[in-house]
Structures are given as structure tokens and as C-alpha cells.
């Protein structure tokens, strides 16, 4: 079975600075995907962002970027200029790339609540 | 378009009571998922819905825990004799069901949070 490892509960950030959110996974699986998903106090979750593990190249989105280390098993996320709206927990989540069935399902890890200081 | 909806956005009940928790996915979308998210923990996966197949039921915590999905569309989450560690936020997701090797994502709800007393 996969697992995903969040091992920082919070973590603060001045606005317009940069941070990083750490996240490592098990899996024994050569194909998968990792995402991270941003949960503001609404509860809606959000996909910040995607990466394919055959894809070698970083994934990015905006202000958003991964650094994956596939043989380290590590996945995480940098923030740049961070802004108050960025506030929020983020979950660094798994998904099998074969995913037939309920292996379609995203295994989280326990998430992150990040706060931006104004 | 509308996204999933679920209903009520809040839910207190008496420990013993059944309540029924409801999701409606995005219309179009096959596959539909039920997580939990206790108090500092992640998304727990429950159970997964294929059109009209047999769920997949291998998530759901104990046999209080039950969920059916009508016409393929609207999906009920029901819970027996709730007891206080059911107490959490029960979220609802769907996703268009591609071929095996394509990638589609999963559309959250807002969630149900459910406080039993």
C-alpha cells in the first residue's frame, strides 16, 4: 500500500516571501502521479498542481512549483511570492497511475496549515 | 458549470442517531469517491462508486457505515448508531472515468461536517 508523509504541521511565511512545503511517499510503483491540494477554511479542495512521475521535468504553475525527487520519494511544493490568500492547509496526495477502480482513489498525506504574515 | 454539491454543510447529531449525508457530482461524471477528514488527519478514502457496478467498499471504517449511489448520479452516505469518533468532515468527489492510462481530476464538494455529541 501507498503512504504519504506530511511531517511539518504548520509552517508561517512573511508575505511575498518564498516557502517550501516538505512531503515524501512509498509506493512500490514505477507510474503515479502526486499532486498537492490546497483546503482554505471553506473546505473546498483545490489542485494547486500535478506531476506525472515519468515526467523528469518539474512541474509549475505560476507562483507554484514541485521539486520531485523520484529516487528519494520526495515531492514538495515552493510558494513564491507568497500571498495572503495562500493561507490554507495543503495536502500532498498520491494517486496510481493504473488506476482502474478504487485505485483511481488519492491517498493524502495529514496536511499542512500554512499562515502568510502581513 | 455546477461543481459537486453536498448536503447539509453541517450536521450535529446525538451519539446512537443515523444520519444520512448526500452528494451530488458533477453531472456527466462516473466515478464518484467518499473520503473522511478527522481532526488532524488527512482524506481517508471510504468507498468508490463506477456508474452502476458494484461499489467499492474496502475504505468504509465498520458495517455502521453504508453508502448507495441512485442512477448512477446522487450518492447518499449513511451512517448507524453514530458514535463520537465518526465525528469529522465527509468529503464527496467525482471524476469523468477515462481509459485506464488517462488522467482525469477529481472535483471535490465542500464536505459535510458532521459533530456527534
Known amino acids: 500500500a501507498q503512504t504519504v508523509t506530511q511531517s511539518q504541521p504548520e509552517m508561517s511565511v512573511q508575505e511575498a516571501e518564498t516557502v517550501t512545503l516538505s512531503c515524501t511517499y512509498d509506493?512500490?510503483?514505477?507510474?503515479?502521479?502526486l499532486f498537492w491540494y490546497k483546503q482554505p477554511p471553506s473546505r473546498q479542495m483545490i489542485l494547486v498542481i500535478r506531476?506525472?512521475?515519468?515526467?523528469?521535468q518539474n512541474a509549475t504553475e505560476n507562483r507554484f512549483s514541485v521539486n520531485f525527487q523520484k529516487a528519494a520519494k520526495s515531492f514538495s511544493l515552493k510558494i513564491s511570492d507568497s500571498q495572503l490568500g495562500d493561507a490554507a492547509m495543503y495536502f500532498c496526495?498520491?494517486?496510481?497511475?493504473?488506476?482502474?477502480?478504487?485505485?483511481?482513489?488519492?491517498?493524502f498525506g495529514k496536511g499542512i496549515t500554512l499562515s502568510v504574515r502581513p | 458549470g455546477a461543481g459537486v454539491s453536498q448536503s447539509p454543510s453541517n450536521k450535529v447529531t446525538e451519539k446512537g442517531k443515523d444520519v444520512e449525508l448526500r452528494c451530488d457530482p458533477i453531472?456527466?461524471?462516473?466515478?464518484l469517491y467518499w473520503y473522511r477528514q478527522s481532526l488532524g488527519q488527512g482524506l481517508e478514502f471510504l468507498i468508490y462508486?463506477?456508474?452502476?457496478?458494484?461499489?467499492?467498499k474496502s475504505g468504509l471504517p465498520s458495517d455502521r457505515f453504508s453508502a448507495e449511489r441512485t442512477g448512477g448520479s446522487v450518492s447518499t452516505l449513511t451512517i448507524q448508531r453514530t458514535q463520537q469518533e465518526d465525528s469529522a468532515v465527509y468529503l464527496c468527489?467525482?471524476?469523468?472515468?477515462?481509459?485506464?492510462?488517462?488522467?482525469?481530476?477529481?472535483?471535490f464538494g465542500p464536505g459535510t461536517r458532521l459533530t456527534v455529541l
Open positions: 468527489a467525482s471524476r469523468f472515468q477515462g481509459g485506464a492510462g488517462a488522467y482525469n481530476e477529481q472535483f
Open positions: 509506493t512500490s510503483e514505477s507510474d503515479y502521479y
Open positions: 506531476q506525472e512521475a515519468y515526467k523528469q
Open positions: 496526495a498520491y494517486r496510481s497511475a493504473n488506476g482502474l477502480g478504487a485505485n483511481s482513489k488519492l491517498t
Open positions: 453531472s456527466g461524471h462516473t466515478a
Open positions: 462508486f463506477q456508474g452502476n457496478s458494484a461499489p467499492d
